[in-house]
């Protein structure tokens, strides 16, 4: 149960309304390197979409700052597991909840429908934050 409650704690932090910057690109530090790890913006979402629509069963996807690396980094857990089950070195930025209980009601349990949508009311503010605090 505990660590459901860490992984769900994250996941409604990591959403905002539209009218409250839900959706808007992530700038600073943050924006700057997922530019230096991924390409662009675009390259990390379709990035994160692939590993969440290819997760078999109820998982989650994770984008996570690599602390020892220091290079923000994609995991996908299974069930209720916590990033940091994938290294102790891993602190998530984002987690996307691709349990069926997530979207089976707007999205008729088409995943990548939700995994598509859901960037429109991510809060990058947030992880923004998370990664100012947690960067090395």
């Known amino acids: 149960m505990i660590p459901s409650h860490i992984n ?3 996941f409604w ?7 409250e910057g839900g959706g808007e690109p992530p700038k600073g530090y943050l924006g700057w390197a997922i530019d230096r790890n991924f390409g662009s913006l675009e390259s990390l979402i379709q990035n994160i979409n ?3 629509a290819a997760l078999q069963g109820s998982g989650w996807v994770f984008l996570g700052v ?3 690396l220091k290079k923000v980094v994609i995991q996908s857990t299974a069930n209720q597991d916590p990033l940091v089950t994938k290294g102790p070195n891993l602190v998530p930025l984002l987690g996307i909840d691709v349990w069926e209980h997530a979207y089976y009601l707007q999205y ?7 995994l598509k949508n859901v960037w429109k009311v991510i809060n990058w503010k947030y992880a923004s934050e998370v990664f100012e605090k947690e960067s090395p």
């Open 13 to 19: 932090k990591n959403l905002a309304p539209i009218w």
């Open 8 to 10: 769900h704690s994250i």
């Open 108 to 114: 008729k349990n088409v995943r990548p429908d939700y």
């Open 50 to 52: 692939a590993e969440g």
């Open 66 to 68: 690599d602390k020892e």
